[in-house]
């Protein structure tokens, strides 16, 4: 079925992992301490408590938790208040013009021609909403955003929970099933899909192996009608 909207991931899908992990997570790591007032705390401190109880080892925590933020990049949590908190790093960072977002080749492209089909075109990604606007606005190509609809965080829910994209699909105001979700990472197909949603895995280089599966395969978004 041919799609009336397309939901993206970023990571992976729409911009090269090396430019998270290798560009985005050191710029945040390297300021937390500087923007911890606009930290929320409490949540943070909640999910201390519940890294310990896990057994997960997580630094002591403090009144100035910047051990533990640096902690929770390093192993890539998916952790709102974590999410929110770079998100504002981030932002200074692309205003004052140190950052740059970056995408595929295939990304400007692909937006142009859903546009020209009048497809809905938005973003899941876990990093938050104010940093995925940030990306899309400052790309090589110019600003993005104009081709995108909507986005969604993790405050929404996880990305690998089903209810989350019942919850999207809601907001497109179409069924699920006319829907088409793209990502990297099979676990959340597995979950669009359970909200009957659509999926493509999208092989980039230096994308993560994903475990076998039986979703259709893209390497680029060109491959997409």
Not at 46 to 62: A, C, M, T, Y
Not at 98 to 103: A, D, S
Not at 104 to 130: E, T, Y
Request: proline fraction near 8%.
């Amino acid at each position: 079925m041919t799609p009336r909207g397309i939901l993206l991931d970023i990571e992976g899908t729409t911009t090269p992992i090396a430019f998270v992990y290798d560009v985005l997570f050191p710029f945040a790591r390297s300021r937390v301490g500087e923007y911890l007032q606009h930290a929320d705390l409490k949540a943070l401190k909640h999910e201390h408590d519940n890294d310990l109880r896990q057994g997960q080892n997580p630094p002591p925590w403090s009144d100035k938790p910047v051990e533990y933020l640096q902690w929770l990049i390093d192993h890539d949590r998916k952790s709102t208040p974590l999410k929110s908190l770079q998100g504002e790093i981030w932002f200074e960072g692309f205003k004052r013009g140190e950052l740059h977002g970056e995408v595929f080749q295939d990304v400007p492209r692909a937006l142009r021609r859903w546009r020209q089909k009048d497809i809905d075109v938005r973003i899941f990604s876990s990093g938050s909403i104010l940093a995925q606007r940030l990306l899309f606005s400052t790309t090589s190509s110019g600003d993005l955003t104009e081709f995108l609809n909507g986005y969604f965080d993790t405050t929404i829910g996880p990305k690998k929970d089903p209810a989350s994209y019942r919850q999207i699909a809601n907001a497109f105001g179409l069924p699920a099933s006319e829907i088409l979700f793209i990502s990297d990472v099979t676990q959340e197909l597995d979950a669009a899909r359970q909200a009957g949603m659509q999926t493509l895995l999208c092989v980039r280089p230096g994308n993560h192996p994903q475990p076998p599966h039986d979703h259709p395969t893209v390497t680029s978004l060109d491959d997409v009608p």
